[in-house]
């Protein structure tokens, strides 16, 4: 290291990481993109009850979104490489501006599952071009802060964005709810509407396959990508058990609120290490998912599983090393579409999980569910360890050894100008 590059690691990654032009607007369009995910969300869910009269119409709105974000994950990459990162994100919130108003114009409740099929594709296609994006315009340095930022605020704006989209829809209307999460659109693309970014290199669309192709034909993204997978089947427990282990009691929102909280304040923790991105240091922490669901098996209390779903979440959020990796290791001209594979797998994985998971709680307990969470998890973590220790592109990244490259690039020299 270089005492150029010593003195700014001393400094804090965050301030340095929101003095970089693209970083900034980044983070804050996707802040005010979250919030207003969320604020629409609960509004649809509000809605829906409203206008079919039934509990299973609020349930529907998670349904109708899962299947149009697994296939737009799955699809649209191939697409989105081929445009500039910068006008697909400025296309995409000022078509998620539109949609979000489609059941404030047409009356009945097809309109309010509509737009919630095209919001959960939405979703997927910007978390996918938002990837390439901070893989051709921000340097590896700013990127741990800039991802600890983005997964922290998402998960602040679950919290804060499903209290108002409730709550303004109870005291505004579900329609006026929804307007203003139409407007949060229209601001982030105002954020994102000069952002300057590379054109794109890919000229010809690729192959649906590319992105999984790409995927296995690198022998760490080959290793971290079934332990992704494997996290997001267990992933979801906290807040899928969390009504049985809480019932009607005061603690129920804080178990609801637990795991993301701990999530967010560990992605915070881990933006200001250098060492998230080591393959060692990422299987050590998924370790930990599987003490903490050790911990939350032993549970007797809701208090007991407000901390328990607390460690949880802070092992969840392992899955930012993975993140690094990727952005590190993938090809950058198809980033979109490998971010877009990987949205699939996780997407399939949680829906799989999640109601098997909870099949087994009502058949057996609890208790039992969160300690074979445990089991799966550690499983996956020492079987990942036996295989990083066999590969030598690995071992590499644990030594801190650039595979590719042996110097530092431009953009982690200096930002890029908008």
């Known amino acids: 290291m270089t005492l150029e590059e010593s003195a700014i690691s001393a400094r804090s990654g965050y301030r340095l990481t929101v003095g970089h032009p693209i970083a900034l607007r980044l983070w804050l369009a996707s802040g005010v993109s979250l919030l207003g995910d969320y604020v629409a969300q609960g509004a649809l869910l509000m809605l829906a009850y409203q206008r079919t009269g039934l509990v299973l119409g609020s349930a529907a709105v998670f349904a109708v979104g899962a299947v149009p974000a697994l296939l737009s994950g799955a699809l649209a990459g191939s697409v989105l490489d081929r445009i500039p990162r910068g006008r697909a994100l400025l296309f995409l919130h000022l078509a998620g501006a539109a949609f979000v108003l489609i059941p404030v114009v047409f009356g009945g409740a097809i309109p309010v599952?509509?737009?919630?099929?095209?919001?959960?594709?939405?979703?997927?296609?910007?978390?996918?071009?938002?990837?390439?994006?901070?893989?051709?315009?921000?340097?590896?340095?700013?990127?741990?802060?800039?991802?600890?930022?983005?997964?922290?605020?998402?998960?602040?704006?679950?919290?804060?964005?499903?209290?108002?989209?409730?709550?303004?829809?109870?005291?505004?209307?579900?329609?006026?709810?929804?307007?203003?999460?139409?407007?949060?659109?229209?601001?982030?693309?105002?954020?994102?509407?000069?952002?300057?970014?590379?054109?794109?290199?890919?000229?010809?669309?690729?192959?649906?396959?590319?992105?999984?192709?790409?995927?296995?034909?690198?022998?760490?993204?080959?290793?971290?990508?079934?332990?992704?997978?494997?996290?997001?089947?267990?992933?979801?427990?906290?807040?899928?058990?969390?009504?049985?282990?809480?019932?009607?009691?005061?603690?129920?929102?804080?178990?609801?609120?637990?795991?993301?909280?701990?999530?967010?304040?560990?992605?915070?923790?881990?933006?200001?290490?250098?060492?998230?991105?080591?393959?060692?240091?990422?299987?050590?922490?998924?370790?930990?998912?599987?003490?903490?669901?050790?911990?939350?098996?032993?549970?007797?209390?809701?208090?007991?599983?407000?901390?328990?779903?607390?460690?949880?979440?802070?092992?969840?959020?392992?899955?930012?090393?993975?993140?690094?990796?990727?952005?590190?290791?993938a090809p950058q001209e198809r980033m979109a579409q490998i971010t877009g594979t990987m949205i699939a797998v996780l997407i399939a994985a949680e829906g799989l999980g999640s109601p098997l998971l909870a099949l087994l709680a009502d058949q057996t307990s609890i208790a039992a569910v969160y300690r074979v969470a445990?089991?799966?998890?550690?499983?996956?973590?020492?079987?990942?360890?036996?295989?990083?220790?066999?590969?030598?592109?690995?071992?590499?990244?644990?030594?801190?050894v650039p595979t590719n490259e042996g110097e530092q690039s431009e953009l982690d020299r200096q930002p890029q100008e908008v």
């Open 113 to 329: 599952f509509v737009a919630a099929a095209l919001l959960g594709a939405l979703r997927a296609a910007m978390v996918s071009v938002r990837s390439g994006a901070i893989a051709e315009g921000i340097g590896e340095r700013y990127r741990p802060p800039l991802l600890a930022l983005i997964g922290s605020t998402e998960q602040a704006s679950q919290v804060i964005g499903y209290l108002a989209g409730t709550g303004l829809a109870v005291t505004l209307g579900a329609g006026n709810a929804l307007v203003i999460d139409s407007v949060s659109f229209v601001l982030a693309a105002i954020l994102l509407a000069r952002l300057s970014l590379p054109e794109p290199t890919v000229r010809e669309r690729p192959p649906i396959t590319a992105g999984w192709r790409d995927i296995a034909s690198d022998p760490v993204l080959r290793l971290l990508a079934p332990l992704v997978g494997v996290t997001a089947l267990v992933g979801a427990l906290p807040e899928t058990l969390a009504a049985g282990v809480a019932g009607d009691s005061a603690w129920t929102p804080l178990v609801f609120a637990a795991a993301p909280a701990g999530q967010a304040l560990t992605m915070l923790v881990l933006g200001r290490t250098r060492h998230v991105g080591r393959p060692s240091v990422q299987l050590t922490h998924l370790a930990w998912l599987a003490l903490a669901f050790g911990i939350a098996a032993l549970g007797r209390s809701a208090a007991w599983f407000v901390l328990a779903n607390f460690l949880v979440g802070s092992g969840v959020a392992w899955t930012m090393g993975p993140q690094l990796t990727f952005l590190k290791l």
């Open 374 to 400: 445990g089991f799966v998890v550690l499983a996956a973590a020492l079987v990942g360890w036996r295989i990083k220790e066999r590969t030598p592109e690995a071992i590499a990244l644990d030594a801190d």
